[in-house]
C-alpha cells in the first residue's frame, strides 16, 4: 500500500516537473512579442526563398490554379488572400464588438483617447500619399498607408520593454483595432468591384438569420451559413473578407467571446504567417530598378513613417487640449511618442490593401518593398528614441 501511495506521489511529481519545464515555452507561445516575432521570421523565409533557386517552384505552388471555376477563388494565393483572411477579419470584428460593449472602449472618455489618435493616424497618412502622388496613376493606393498591424505593432511594443504600462499596451491595440476598422471601410467603400444586388440582398437576407438565431443554432448550421455569407458577399462585388466584420456582429457576444479566444492562436500562428510569407514572396534581384522609389513609394513610406507619429500626436494634443480624452493611465507622452511610431508598422493590412489597389504586379512589388522599408524605418526610429528617452531619465 506504501509503495503504491510512494509510486504514486512520485509520478504526481514527474508530471508538476513536465509541466513546470514546459510552461515557459506556453508562456512564450501566448506571449506577443512571440508573434511579432514568428512574422518577422514569415518575412525572412519568404524573401530568402524568394531569392533562392526554390523561388519558381513556390511561386509556381502559390500561384496554380486548383479550382477553374469562376465563382470561387482559383490560385492557392487567392484562397489565403479572399478566404482565410476571412478568419483575421472575424477576430478583428469580435474585438471590435467585445471592446465596443464590454471592453475598453466601453467607457465614452476612454474610448475616445484611442478614436481621435486612429483619426489622425489614418487622415494624415492618406493625405501626404494623395498629395505625393495625386499627379500619378498611383494615387489609388491611399489606403495603404492608414493601417496599423495589430500583431506586429503589440509583438514590437513588448520587444522593447516590459515596463510599458499595460494601459499603453491596451491603448495601442485599440488604436489598430480603430484602424483596422477604418481600413474595412475603406475596402468596402473604395476596393470592392461592381456591385451585384443580388448577391448583396441575399448576403443580407442569411445575416439576419444569423443575428436572429445564432443563439439557438447548431454550430455546424452557424458554419454554413456563415460560409453561405462569404459566398454571397464575395460574389456581391464587395471583397470577401467584408465577411469576417460582419459575421462578428451577428453573433451574441457571449458566444463572440469564446471564439475570439478559439481564433487567436488559430490566427496569430497560422492565418498571419502564412499570409506574410505568400505576399512578401518577392525576388529583389529582378525587381532593382523598383528601389528607385517612384511617387507611389514614397508616399507609402512618408505616410507610415512620418504620417502616422504626426497624425497621431497632432489630434491626440488637440483632443487632450479641449479635454475630450485623457492619456492612459499610468502613461504620459514618452509612452505615447513610442506607440506613434510603432503605429508606422503597417505590414498585414498594407499588403492587403496594396494587392486590391493596384492590379499591375510590378506595382504590387513596388508597393510590397515600400512596406517593408517603412516597417525597417519604423522599427529603428522607435529603439533610437526609446534609448534616447531612457537616457534622458524620462523612463
Not at 509556381?60 to 465563382?71: D, G, M, P, R, V
Not at 493616424?121 to 505625393?132: A, C, D
Not at 460560409?227 to 459575421?247: D, E, K, N, P, R
Amino acid at each position: 500500500m506504501l509503495k503504491i501511495k510512494s509510486n504514486y506521489d512520485f509520478s504526481k511529481i514527474i508530471m508538476k516537473a513536465i509541466k513546470q519545464a514546459f510552461s515557459p515555452i506556453k508562456e512564450f507561445i501566448h506571449d506577443s512579442r512571440f508573434v511579432g516575432i514568428l512574422l518577422l521570421l514569415s518575412t525572412a523565409l519568404a524573401l530568402f526563398i524568394a531569392n533562392s533557386t526554390y523561388y519558381p517552384f513556390i511561386n509556381n505552388l502559390l500561384h496554380h490554379t486548383i479550382i477553374t471555376s469562376s465563382y470561387l477563388p482559383n490560385s492557392l494565393t487567392e484562397w489565403i488572400n479572399d478566404f482565410l483572411m476571412v478568419f483575421y477579419f472575424l477576430l478583428v470584428g469580435l474585438e471590435i464588438k467585445r471592446a465596443l460593449l464590454v471592453g475598453e472602449l466601453k467607457n465614452k472618455k476612454t474610448a475616445l483617447t484611442p478614436i481621435i489618435a486612429a483619426l489622425g493616424g489614418m487622415l494624415i497618412p492618406g493625405l501626404i500619399y494623395f498629395v505625393i502622388t495625386k499627379q500619378t496613376s498611383f494615387s489609388n493606393g491611399w489606403g495603404i498607408p492608414m493601417a496599423t498591424d495589430i500583431a506586429f505593432s503589440l509583438g514590437i511594443l513588448s520587444l522593447f520593454s516590459k515596463r510599458i504600462p499595460i494601459s499603453v499596451k491596451i491603448f495601442l491595440m485599440a488604436l489598430a483595432i480603430i484602424d483596422d476598422l477604418g481600413g474595412i471601410l475603406v475596402i468596402a467603400l473604395f476596393y470592392s468591384k461592381a456591385i451585384t444586388f443580388y448577391y448583396l440582398l441575399l448576403s443580407t437576407v442569411l445575416l439576419f438569420l444569423l443575428w436572429k438565431f445564432a443563439a439557438k443554432l447548431n454550430p455546424l448550421w452557424s458554419i454554413v451559413l456563415s460560409l453561405g455569407i462569404w459566398y454571397c458577399i464575395h460574389h456581391s462585388g464587395i471583397h470577401g473578407t467584408i465577411a469576417g466584420v460582419a459575421i462578428a456582429w451577428c453573433l451574441p457576444i457571449a458566444s463572440a467571446t469564446k471564439l475570439e479566444h478559439i481564433l487567436h492562436d488559430f490566427t496569430s500562428f497560422i492565418i498571419l504567417p502564412v499570409f506574410v510569407f505568400a505576399n512578401t514572396l518577392l525576388p529583389i534581384p529582378t525587381s532593382a530598378s523598383l528601389f528607385q522609389f517612384n511617387a507611389m513609394q514614397i508616399g507609402i513610406i512618408a505616410g507610415l513613417t512620418l504620417g502616422k507619429p504626426i497624425g497621431i500626436l497632432s489630434f491626440l494634443g488637440i483632443g487632450l487640449r479641449l479635454k475630450w480624452c485623457q492619456l492612459p493611465s499610468g502613461g504620459n507622452w514618452k509612452h505615447l511618442i513610442i506607440v506613434a511610431i510603432i503605429a508606422g508598422i503597417g505590414f498585414t493590412i498594407s499588403l492587403f490593401i496594396s494587392k486590391l489597389a493596384f492590379a499591375n504586379e510590378g506595382a504590387q512589388q513596388a508597393a510590397t518593398i515600400a512596406i517593408l522599408v517603412a516597417f525597417c524605418i519604423s522599427l529603428a526610429v522607435t529603439f533610437i528614441a526609446y534609448q534616447l528617452l531612457k537616457l534622458l531619465h524620462q523612463e
